[in-house]
Each structure stands twice: as C-alpha cells, then as structure tokens.
C-alpha cells in the first residue's frame, strides 16, 4: 500500500530537522534554504517502514510569504507530521496550516512538540494543551502529541513506531478514475527531456503510455518512471513519482497543470463546490469576492459566487457555493480545495468539488439545494442521472459522462447498460445519452411548440426543423436532433414531410375565405397567361397583406395549382406544362435554343422566358451551355413531340 507523509507546522518550528532526523535525507534542496536555514520550496524524502513498505515524504515550507508552495505539496497526504516548538507554541502559521490540512481532509495526524530539550515538563504539558484546543472541531482533533528533538532524539523511536502503527491501520480505498498526477516540478534533463514529479493522485502509469497535460493539451509518451530515485516499469496513485516525458520538443510543462491519462479531456473555468469557511476568515466571505483557489498544485484568481441568494457566508458556516477561475482547471467531483484571500494574506476556507462543468446558476432557482445535494451520491446510475439532467445540452456524449463519474471506461459502460432510466441517441456514429426524464420534457416541448405553430399558421403543413430546434429548452445540435426526431416519428409523437414538422393528423383545411382568395389569384394568373403579375403586383391588385398573402400561395403550391418559377413569380400549372411540351417539340427539330428563340417561341417577355429557362436547368429539363440551352437528357420523343 503507498502512502505519502507530509510535513505542517509554523516556519522554524523544525519540520526539515524532524525528516532529516527521520530518513538521513535534508530536503532542503536550494542554495538560498542553505544560506537562509528556512524552506523556501517543497522537500522530497522517503522513509522506509519496518516490513519494507516505503512511504513519500512532502516536507513544506512554514514562512507566510510561501504558503502557495506549501499548498502546492499538501494535496495526496495520507498523514501529517505536525511540528509545535515547545519554546513558541501555537503560531499564526501553526493555525493555518492546521485549517489547510483540515480542509484538504487529511484525517491522520502525529503533533511533534518539537525543540523538547530546551523546556521543562510544565512548558511541554502547556504546550499539548495549546494543541487540543487548536484541533477541537476538526478532523485531527483525537491526533497523538509526541515531545521531540532533533538534538537528543528524544521521541524518534516513538515517532518510528506510532508512524508504522497509524498506516498499517488506515484502510485507504484505492482512487478511482484514470492516472493523474498535479506537477510539483519541471525541469529539462540534458540527454533525457523533460521530467516532471508529483504525488500521483489516482490511476496507474507504465513505460511507455500515452499522457496528456492539463490544461494545455499537450501529449507526451512516458519514456521512463522513478519511484524513490529507483527505476520503475510501473507507478501509481499514492506514490511519488518522476516522469521523463518525450514527444514535445519545446514542452512547456509548469507546477500547477496536470499530467494524466489521455482519455481525459475536459478542464473547468466554472465549478459548483461545497464550501466550508474557517474562522481565520473573519468577516467571513461576500458574495462575488474575488479569492485565490489552490487545488492540486494550481493557484488561480477566481470570483466565489454564493448560491441560494446568499449576500454573505459566516466565518464556520458551510454553504453551496460557484466558483470561476480566471484560468482553466483540470478538477474531478471530490476533489479537495483551499480558499485564501485575494492579497494571499490568510486562509479563508475551502471544500469539495460537487460539479466540475457547472451551468451559471439563477438566484431564483428554488431546488437548486436539493439538486446539489443529490450530487453528493456514490449511487453510479443516480449520480448518471443527475449529470445529465443537470447539463444544458439534451444529450452527452460518453467521454464526458465517464470523466464526469471519474470511474474507468469499462465501469461506466457497464452501469450505463444497467441504466433503464436513460434513453441512447445514435447519431453518425457516436451514441449520446439523455435521461427519461430530459426525453419527456422535450417531447412534451415540441408537441406544444407544433400546436402553438399549428394554431398561428393555420394554413402551412407543419414548422421548419430548424425553426423548431432552436426553441427547444436544451441545447441540441443539428444531427443529434435529426435523430431524435427520427425515433419521435418512429413513436408517432410527430409527423415529419422532408424539413417539415407537424403534430400526428395535421391536415391543412382552408376556409371559405381562404378557398374564394385562392380563387382569385388563379384567375389573376390565367388573365395574363405567359406574363404574370409577381406577388407584390398581386398583393397590390386583391388588397392582400403579404403575409397573408404568401401563405396561401405555398399552399397552393403544395397542391401543384401553382408553380414557382423565381422569387415572388409564380405560373399555372397548366401553364408551364404547356411551355415544357413546346420546348419539347422545338427540341424535337433542334439541338439548342436561346433565350432570344426560346422568347420568340412564347411571344412574351424576356423577363418571363429567362425565368421559365433558369426553372427549366433547376428543374433537369435543360442545361445551359454559354449562351443556349440544351436538353439535360436526350428523350425519346413521340409524335406530338411529347416524351415517351
């Protein structure tokens, strides 16, 4: 079982002494920590357990100004080597770091009261006092309180032994989801590329896989894996491990960005969270505040946006909350996080990730509590549901749902298959799922939508598709809604004729008024024979709004009375039948016609005939070549001049 030790406690209260003293190893690394004699960055150590079982050591720095840097290695700690120097105390950088690890839920702890050589019994009994009120109410509060010097190696055999003992106990489920490891340190390697290091926060890497780097998007291949500065073929979740990377040339890989499993795809810039404010924060936190989220090994600027039309939180209350980065963040549902303030001067609070994509939220949605809670689940199927429904899209591709779930492809799969509240919509290709519930809803949606149309458009056959696509309440892209539409016909819930959409039945029934309009224009029509009025002289010549007007006109087309020959220009069927068979019979005799033939064939207006032989190349019968037209097919022709 791996596990991962990290180091708490208020600058020079002697962390980077305990873990010498501990493992052998200085995790003072840098030139300036030398010279200075305080942590400025991350340490790295491991300590080997008495049945051989190896465990990573994070030791951070205790300043203020680098509290980002303590953050960046606080995350994946199973269990915290907590540092109190008996001569100071508790220090204000014992109490923050003590809201860190409480927040970033780490529920194993050891309190060293460190520099126990230099105080007498009293001061140290005083001391563990100072530490059990400290703890009260947080999840270290039953921690063991070990006296300790680096000096004498006084409490280091304890210490050994309460270490082995504490995490050959803890019951430490294993992560689920694919490899992912927030980046501590970068580096180029002269001769070997780039190397990262980190604690692995879940999954399994090998020599030799494919990873990608979030966010930015980069792909690499694992060229070789170390485990405590040992080469290995295999690594994973709980571990501390290097990565040496190649496939990028110019990599530019950066403490704060993720390296993980190809498969994932998906960073956040808007988050829903559960929030818990600590009592550093004071004032407690406004709504809208501008804060700095830690998460991982990232810093971001963010606004915490308060739900449930709250103005302001309390310092010690819990709340929901949203939050948008000014970056985007790789971040899972469960994921652990840290508040500060803006100036980076104190910890405000922090939380748990509930969903990781969140849509904006209204502050008059009355069950978004409710709907927020239900995503706090283990229940696979009904946190599947949720997601769904809670997405702005009427249906999800796979991959989000899987990253989503943060449980591997095979598992998803298999719930998904299980699922008899889900509805799959196949379209080129790609299966995208919604949920009983969103299918309802949309069908009741369109049904309304169609009858709505069908009571303000009495006369035409149904509404455009696209019309109807972009008044529906979930976003619905083109092809996925062309298949949804198709199963909805195959339920008989709607009709569909080409583009058009109606309700089951629809048929279109003009009234007396309307019959005694389409009356009129044919007659209108038939008056002038080859040389009819368009539709602005018709609207002009019956009194007729327009749209009025070009709703009877389509449907008359429908029922081929009328044939539309250009824009607003429409003849009698009979009419253009009659110049089909003429052009025919020249046909018959010639192997072309112009425009100037064809018009002194009909004895009308250029207007009209270049009308008529643009619909006739629309319409297959002819085609243009420079300036004549030919028949698009040689036809066999009869007697008359009339095609067999």
């Known amino acids: 079982m791996p596990y991962i030790i990290g180091t708490a406690g208020h600058i020079d209260h002697g962390k980077t002494s305990l873990i010498k003293a501990l493992t052998g190893i200085d995790t003072d690394r840098l030139k300036e920590e030398k010279e200075r004699g305080i942590s400025i960055d991350l340490g790295f150590a491991h300590l080997e357990l008495a049945d051989g079982t190896q465990a990573g050591i994070v030791d951070v720095p205790g300043h203020e100004r680098f509290i980002r840097n303590m953050l960046a290695g606080a995350h994946g700690i199973d269990l915290v080597l907590f540092t109190v120097a008996a001569d100071d105390g508790v220090m204000p950088q014992t109490e923050e770091h003590l809201d860190i690890v409480h927040l970033l839920g780490v529920k194993l702890a050891i309190f060293l009261i460190t520099k126990a050589d230099l105080v007498s019994p009293s001061r140290l009994a005083e001391v563990e006092e100072e530490i059990k009120i400290l703890t009260l109410g947080t999840s270290l509060e039953e921690a063991p309180i070990i006296p300790f010097s680096a000096v004498t190696g006084q409490g280091l055999e304890a210490l050994r032994q309460q270490i082995s003992r504490m995490l050959h106990a803890y019951e430490k489920p294993a992560p689920g989801g694919y490899f992912r490891l927030p980046v501590d340190r970068a580096f180029v390697l002269q001769g070997h590329g780039v190397v990262v290091t980190g604690t692995a926060l879940s999954g399994e890497i090998k020599v030799g896989d494919r990873v990608r780097c979030l966010p930015g998007g980069q792909t690499f291949r694992v060229r070789s894996l170390q485990v405590h500065n040992r080469p290995v073929e295999v690594a994973g979740w709980g571990q501390r491990i290097a990565l040496n990377l190649t496939g990028q040339e110019t990599a530019a890989i950066e403490r704060g960005q993720v390296i993980c499993h190809e498969k994932l795809t998906l960073t956040s810039d808007r988050f829903d969270a559960l929030l818990e404010v600590r009592p550093a924060a004071g004032k407690g936190i406004k709504n809208h505040q501008r804060v700095r989220i830690h998460l991982g090994t990232a810093e971001r600027m963010a606004k915490l946006i308060l739900l449930g039309a709250k103005d ?70 009904a946190l599947t549901e949720r997601f769904i429904n809670e ?175 250009a824009a607003d220009l429409y003849f009698l069927r009979d009419r253009v039948d009659k110049v089909k068979g003429l052009l025919y019979k020249y046909f018959a005799e010639n192997s072309e016609i112009t425009a100037a033939t064809f018009r002194d064939l009909l004895g009308s207006s250029r207007k009209y005939t270049i009308a008529l032989l643009e619909y006739f190349d629309r319409e297959g019968v002819t085609v243009r070549i420079g300036d004549a037209r030919r028949l698009k097919t040689p036809l066999s022709l009869g007697r008359q001049g009339i095609p067999r």
């Open 312 to 381: 302001k939180v309390e310092a010690k209350e819990t709340t929901y909350c949203q939050i948008t980065p000014t970056q985007p963040m790789l971040l899972m549902r469960g994921d652990h996080f840290i508040v500060r303030d803006e100036t980076a001067q104190r910890t405000l609070g922090g939380g748990i990730v509930i969903h990781p994509w969140a849509k904006k939220h209204k502050r008059s949605e009355t069950d978004l509590q409710k709907r927020l809670e239900g995503l706090h689940t283990v229940d696979v199927p």
């Open 391 to 565: 997405s702005e899209d009427f249906a999800l591709p796979y991959d989000p749902i899987q990253q989503f779930l943060n449980l591997r492809e095979e598992e998803v799969k298999r719930a998904l298959k299980q699922m008899t509240t889900l509805r799959a919509v196949s379209s080129e290709g790609e299966k995208l799922y919604t949920t009983e519930t969103k299918w309802e809803r949309l069908k009741e949606n369109m049904q309304r939508a169609l009858h709505a149309f069908h009571q303000d458009h009495p006369l035409a056959p149904g509404m455009d598709m696209e019309e109807l696509r972009v008044k529906l309440p979930y976003s619905t892209s083109p092809r996925p809604f062309r298949a949804l539409v198709d199963l909805l016909t195959e339920e008989r819930a709607l009709a569909r004729d080409g583009n058009l959409l109606s309700l089951p039945g629809h048929q279109v029934r003009p009234g007396e008024d309307v019959r005694r309009l389409m009356e009129r224009i044919r007659r209108l029509l038939e008056a002038n024979g080859l040389a009819p009025p368009d539709l602005r002289q018709i609207e002009k010549e019956l009194g007729v709004e327009r749209a009025k007007l070009a709703e009877v006109v389509r449907v008359m087309e429908r029922d081929h009375a009328i044939v539309r020959v």
